[in-house]
């Protein structure tokens, strides 16, 4: 079955031990997208690719920064992360612009 | 700015009953709305896309509505299951982003047996 993947599920990282988390997809679709979602918050995106033109949003911490090497894959690096950068991270695919995202099962990232 | 507005306090109802979340929102004049399921510790699921132009669409038990006037979408779960327990996100392209959504923070629902 097509479909948005994550690994790992989980992740423990010391404070400011950067960690990297990864997403891949079998939808071909164009558009990948980290979100953050912390307890009973909406998901808040962090950065997009359209293709391979990445689009960072304005409140998006330096620390965050993300590779997509092709199609398929996407990650979600975290230089050095804080205890506030503990989340639930998600990466989605959309077809194209206005389209509905499928999202994979998320990250759950721990920060000690 | 745009802003987004749902129930942020949990709905309870008892099985086979008609589930109504609502979805508000300012400032703004979407092309289209989209609805959301996300259980516990897992990412979203997509489930209904609604446009402008459309008063109401469905899709099996579900229902939801689009009213540009209110600037108001509601979603409908209709003869309710404990499966159906989760929380719903409303979610609305963003204002000047391309291929962006701003999503709400969601209502939780409990379908009790």
């Known amino acids: 079955d097509a479909m948005v993947i994550q690994n790992p599920r989980y992740q423990v990282t010391q404070f400011g031990k950067p960690v990297t988390l990864s997403c891949s997809q079998t939808?071909?679709?164009?558009?990948m997208y980290w979100y953050q979602q912390k307890s009973s918050q909406a998901p808040k995106l962090l950065f997009h690719?359209?293709?391979?033109?990445?689009?960072n949003e304005a409140d998006t911490p330096d620390n965050f920064q993300s590779r997509r090497p092709n199609t398929s894959f996407c990650f979600l690096d975290i230089r050095s992360p804080g205890l506030g950068d503990a989340a639930m991270y998600l990466c989605?695919?959309?077809?194209?612009?206005?389209?509905?995202?499928?999202f994979g099962p998320g990250t759950r990232l721990t920060v000690t | 700015s745009q802003k987004i507005e749902q129930n942020s306090e949990a709905l309870n109802i008892q099985e086979g009953k008609t589930a109504t979340l609502t979805c508000n929102y300012t400032?703004?004049?979407?092309?289209?709305l989209q609805w959301y399921r996300q259980d516990p510790g897992r990412g979203p699921v997509f489930l209904l896309l609604?446009?402008?132009?459309?008063k109401e669409k469905r899709k099996e038990r579900l229902k939801v509505t689009f009213d540009t006037t209110l600037k108001q979408s509601l979603f409908h779960i209709t003869a309710s299951q404990p499966a159906d327990s989760a929380t719903y996100l409303c979610?609305?392209?963003?204002?000047?982003?391309?291929?962006?959504?701003?999503f709400g923070t969601g209502t939780k629902l409990q379908v009790i047996p």
């Open positions: 609604i446009r402008e132009n459309e």
């Open positions: 400032n703004y004049s979407p092309a289209y």
């Open positions: 690719y359209y293709d391979k033109d990445f689009n």
């Open positions: 979610a609305l392209p963003r204002l000047g982003g391309y291929q962006k959504v701003t």
């Open positions: 939808l071909n679709h164009n558009v």
């Open positions: 989605a695919t959309s077809r194209d612009s206005h389209y509905e995202q499928y």
